[in-house]
Nanobody
């Protein structure tokens, strides 16, 4: 139904910033909640942030709250993750996901997943 693809990953120094983008195609973007997940080395995938269909509601993992901001531009079929004050522990593969159900708080709320983008934070 919908395909999503991440971009904007890379290598940054601790304390720096990075902005991830996720473009969607093949569906009505505004009908999906969108979210970001990540998998750190040796760990399971974890929820990072989610956003409602219109963008009026957001949810964050406690570990990234106040540092990361999720947003979306429905006119461009794109969701963003602005990452500030990056730390080494933020290193991992970041995945974009779309969900049809309306909830945006965890992995079970999402149905379609991107391939992931590597984010590496160095000292």
């Amino acid at each position: 139904q919908v395909q999503v693809g991440e971009s904007g990953g890379g290598l940054v120094q601790a304390g720096g910033s990075l902005r991830l983008s996720c473009a969607a195609s093949g569906g009505t973007f505004s009908s999906y909640v969108m979210g970001w997940f990540r998998r750190a080395p040796g760990k399971e995938r974890e929820f990072v942030a989610g956003i409602s269909r219109r963008g009026g509601g957001t949810s964050y993992a406690e570990s990234v709250k106040s540092r990361f901001t999720i947003s979306r531009d429905n006119s461009k079929n794109t969701v963003f993750l602005q990452m500030n004050s990056l730390q080494v522990e933020d290193t991992g593969v970041y995945y974009c996901a779309a969900g049809r159900g309306g909830r945006y708080y965890g992995p079970l709320d999402y149905d379609y997943w991107g391939q992931g983008a590597q984010v590496t934070v160095s000292l």
